[in-house]
């Protein structure tokens, strides 16, 4: 166990940064559920409404440094094209 001050200020920062890393990548996953179980059950209106908060809470994870942005934008490219597909 660290025993300088500093060292066990930083134990308190990790705790609390990583507390609220999994949150937003809790909020994160649950959302892109959401919307992917619409797309699914081919529920076009349901996945349209959802559509935007998700991309916006996908915007906020590259942000935050949950997501990379290559990787916001590949999924937010397929979710797209996959509400698309029910037209």
Same mark, same amino acid.
């Given at each position: 166990?660290?025993?300088?001050?500093?060292? +066990?200020? /930083?134990?308190?920062?990790? @705790?609390? =940064? $990583? %507390? #609220?890393?999994?949150?937003?990548?809790? +909020?994160? /996953?649950?959302?892109?559920? @959401?919307? =992917? $179980? %619409? #797309?699914?059950?081919?529920?076009?209106?349901?996945?349209?409404?959802?559509?935007?908060?998700?991309?916006?809470?996908?915007?906020?994870?590259?942000?935050?440094?949950?997501?990379?942005?290559?990787?916001?934008?590949?999924?937010?490219?397929?979710?797209?094209?996959?509400?698309?597909?029910?037209?």
């Amino acid at each position: 166990m660290a025993s300088h001050k500093s060292a +066990l200020k /930083r134990i308190k920062q990790t @705790r609390k =940064r $990583t %507390a #609220l890393n999994r949150v937003h990548r809790t +909020l994160l /996953r649950h959302q892109l559920r @959401r919307l =992917r $179980t %619409a #797309l699914a059950a081919k529920d076009k209106a349901a996945a349209q409404a959802l559509l935007k908060p998700t991309l916006a809470v996908i915007d906020h994870s590259i942000h935050k440094g949950i997501l990379h942005p290559n990787t916001a934008a590949r999924y937010k490219s397929r979710l797209t094209v996959h509400l698309n597909a029910l037209s």
